[in-house]
């Protein structure tokens, strides 16, 4: 079964705390994505990977930065938590386009906190 | 840039069928998605509809793509209570997928 697995369902920091968020994927997929939950705005894109040591910016980078060391692992950072980083976080791979229909498999969502 | 839209809740009895509607923009659109999330867990693709079809049907799905208009239709026939999730629109002509604000939808018996 294909899976995409974050580190933590909940997470609760306080404001100026580093925090990492990771994720693991086991489909050998190239792109992997990062995307906060929040209700009435639907999923919007902080950050994207093509391949490992690669990053995009998406619609949202301000406050989060990401590393790609590994194809399976895509980590989340906010350098500097702050209340309005308080979210839902999911996380997602997909092959490369063109191969398939695009699919993106997500994982479970961390709900971060922070006080 | 680009944008989809959806309505924010939809509310229906269990047994009837349910009409998810969606908007979008941008007209080089590959591929439209239809997502479920149940509560407490990430998105599961539910449908997608490669944009030179018009509809698509699987078991109680139907999607309907309406290109000129950019409207993309779920209908779940035979609504049931586990049927109860958000239901997100999205499409993509690339590796990105631009994804609408969410339906939820809400089962009665």
């Known amino acids: 079964d294909v899976k995409v697995t974050q580190s933590s369902r909940y997470l609760v920091k306080r404001t100026g705390e580093k925090v990492f968020l990771e994720c693991v994927q086991d489909?050998?997929?190239?792109?992997m994505f990062w995307y906060r939950q929040d209700p009435g705005l639907g999923l919007r894109l902080i950050y994207f990977?093509?391949?490992?040591?690669?990053?995009e910016k998406g619609d949202i980078p301000e406050g989060y930065s990401v590393s790609r060391e590994k194809k399976e692992r895509f980590s989340l950072i906010l350098e500097s938590a702050s209340t309005n980083q308080t979210s839902m976080y999911l996380c997602?791979?997909?092959?490369?386009?063109?191969?398939?229909?695009?699919?993106?498999?997500f994982g479970p969502g961390t709900r971060l906190t922070v006080l | 840039g680009e944008d989809v839209e959806q309505s924010l809740f939809l509310s229906v009895r269990e047994g009837d069928s349910s009409v998810i509607n969606c908007t979008y923009t941008?007209?080089?659109?590959?591929?439209l998605y239809w997502y479920k999330q149940e509560p407490g867990a990430g998105l599961q693709l539910l449908t997608y509809?490669?944009?030179?079809?018009d509809m698509k049907q699987d078991q109680r799905l139907t999607v309907l793509l309406n290109k000129k208009d950019k409207h993309l239709s779920l209908r779940i026939a035979d609504t049931q209570t586990g049927d109860s999730a958000i239901y997100f629109c999205?499409?993509?002509?690339?590796?990105?997928?631009?994804f609408g604000t969410g339906t939820r939808l809400q089962v009665f018996p």
């Open positions: 997602a791979s997909s092959s490369l386009s063109g191969r398939e229909n695009n699919e993106q498999f």
């Open positions: 489909m050998d997929h190239e792109n």
């Open positions: 990977s093509y391949d490992v040591k690669m990053k």
């Open positions: 941008d007209s080089s659109s590959t591929y």
């Open positions: 509809i490669f944009s030179n079809m």
């Open positions: 999205a499409e993509s002509n690339t590796d990105k997928l631009i």
